[in-house]
């Protein structure tokens, strides 16, 4: 049975099973190269709207492993400036229509994995998730997310995967507290990996999972769900198994940045209230203002384990649309 309930990858919500996703990166992670035939004459296009480092190698690794040749395409620096606007006159920036150009890609692909950012202005186009969407539309293929407007689907499932291979007491049924913190940062950024991360370890439902960050950084109910929000966050880290630090932009007053506080900032002194947590963050993290360089370059510090995992999620998640094809 497909471990997807389609020919998409944007959200928590494609897949049937995250468990048994999780397990197959972690076999793919002792062997990599076992399905190497899968992909044979298959190609996918992995397209850049925006920068990145960790999201396009891994995902490059992973589809060699399998086999696919993967053919890297960075549209926001490098191709014409698209239109998203449904019937825009195009007598502005824009070169291309998404209309023109994504069909073209199903010409060329057999997979396609997108990467494009939320603008943090038109907060309805970018919590509708119009520019991916328009690719699933208009492009005929499968579709994996590299990040979008709202969700990071590939960090969530590694995240879940670094967690499952971390915590050993799951095996005697004891679930570990994960606590989602919010961290100062110096420019407004997107509120997609901690809306991801909501909304795993909600569908995942393995966990004790807590959010905290200071009042008016609200994430969208959507993806938090019933996790309890506490605004203190000496009294949300109190025996945490986990820490997810990241920073987010204001949800409500779209993309603002209210509070730079460095109380936030997560320090060896804010681990000693944990469970001896582990820490982590999907990289690239700003040093000693989200985190201090104490925590990321002590032991508590999982993230480039995490980052590492990336690979293995990506191949779990092409392998299973390779197989649905
Ligand atoms: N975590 C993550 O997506 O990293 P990149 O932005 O470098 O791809």
Not at 315 to 324: D, I
């Amino acid at each position: 049975m497909s471990l997807l309930k389609s020919n998409t990858f944007i959200s928590a919500h494609d897949v049937t099973d995250i468990n048994a996703l999780a397990d197959k990166a972690l076999h793919y992670k002792a062997n990599p190269f076992i399905d190497k035939q899968l992909g044979e004459n298959k190609r996918i296009g992995c397209l850049f709207l925006n920068p990145s480092m960790r999201t396009r190698l891994s995902t490059q690794i992973a589809a060699q492993n399998l086999g696919m040749e993967a053919i890297v395409f960075n549209v926001g620096s490098e191709g014409w400036q698209l239109e998203f606007e449904e019937d825009a006159i195009m007598n502005g920036k824009t070169v291309e229509h998404i209309k023109d150009a994504a069909p073209i890609f199903g010409k060329y692909f057999d997979i396609l994995a997108i990467r494009t950012f939320p603008s943090l202005v038109n907060k309805e186009d970018d919590y509708s998730e119009l520019y991916i969407n328009q690719f699933i539309k208009y492009s005929g293929l499968p579709v994996v997310s590299l990040e979008s407007a709202t969700l990071h689907p590939l960090q969530s499932l590694t995240d879940v995967v670094t967690i499952k291979e971390t915590y050993t007491p799951f095996n005697e049924g004891k679930r570990p507290k994960v606590v989602l913190t919010w961290a100062p940062h110096v420019k407004p950024l997107p509120q997609c990996v901690a809306n991801s991360f909501a909304q795993w370890m909600n569908a995942w439902n393995e966990v004790d999972f807590v959010v905290t960050h200071p009042k008016d950084y609200e994430l969208d109910k959507q993806f938090t769900g019933n996790a309890p929000i506490i605004y203190d966050q000496n009294e949300a880290l109190k025996d945490a198994d986990y820490v997810y630090v990241k920073n987010w932009s204001t949800y409500n007053d779209y993309g603002k940045i209210y509070n730079s506080d460095p109380e936030w900032m997560l320090t060896p002194e804010k681990l000693q209230l944990t469970n001896n947590a582990k820490v982590m963050h999907c990289l690239p993290v700003r040093r000693n203002v989200e985190l201090s360089g104490a925590v990321l370059d002590g032991p508590n510090s999982i993230v480039t384990q995490e980052a590492g995992n990336r690979v293995w999620a990506a191949q779990a998640v092409l392998s299973e649309l390779l197989q649905l094809q």
